[in-house]
């Protein structure tokens, strides 16, 4: 089974800019590893902020976008707000309908 | 609305079973591909399963494959997972999601302990 890399943490000033990347030991992360991106407070229930590499669910705010970035899947947001602070995961499928989530970023606005 | 609501977790000893279910409304469940997707306790997210609408095509896990077995009944709009030889490892929220995962439930919590 593939692993899924993501950097464990990262920091961002309030209005700065930051990009999470994602990783796959199979080699380059492409679109058609349909990357997924969620967003997870404590004690909620993960949402979705970007499918298939790029587009936005309706509820995304517009500072966060995703994309491909060299080998990797990334999510990028700008201009980051206090209640932007919470674990990112990653998703890729493998083979079409198998799915490999990456370990989490922890993401603190400071 | 869509509410997904999953249930029939609980506490069970390792090597017992249990059979989650995931319940839909305000969701056409039976059209749409399906997953579960499970996170232990202060650990990250893990992929469990995917059946497909007609359940023609099933994935597992490499960590389930063997034990667990995902299905479903389209005329009561609703999902399972059938979980055997569990292990202490398998303690975690379990929710199920859409193919396209922009639906989640709150999750049904599974201890497996002795």
């Known amino acids: 089974q593939a692993v899924v890399t993501q950097e464990p943490s990262l920091t961002v000033s309030p209005g700065g800019t930051v990009t999470l990347t994602c990783g796959s030991s199979t080699g380059a992360v492409t679109n058609g590893h349909y990357p997924y991106w969620f967003q997870q407070k404590p004690g909620q229930v993960p949402r979705t902020l970007i499918y298939d590499t790029s587009n936005k669910q309706s509820w995304t705010p517009a500072r966060f976008s995703g994309s491909l970035l060299g080998d990797k899947a990334a999510l990028t947001l700008s201009g980051a707000q206090p209640e932007d602070e919470a674990e990112y995961y990653c998703l890729l499928s493998y083979s079409g309908a198998r799915w490999v989530f990456g370990g989490g970023t922890k993401l603190t606005v400071l | 609305e869509v509410q997904l609501v999953e249930s029939g977790g609980g506490l069970v000893k390792p090597g017992g079973s249990l059979r989650l279910s995931c319940a839909a409304s305000g969701f056409t469940l039976s059209i749409y591909n399906m997953n579960w997707v499970r996170q232990a306790p202060g650990k990250g997210l893990e992929w469990v399963s995917y059946?497909?609408?007609?359940?023609?095509?099933?994935h597992y896990a490499d960590s389930v494959k063997g034990r667990f077995t995902i299905s479903r009944d389209n005329a009561k709009n609703s999902l399972y997972l059938q979980m055997n030889s569990l292990r202490a490892e398998d303690t975690a929220v379990y929710y199920c999601a859409p193919r396209t995962f922009d639906y989640w439930g709150q999750g049904t919590l599974v201890t497996v302990s002795s």
């Open positions: 059946i497909s609408s007609t359940s023609n095509y099933i």
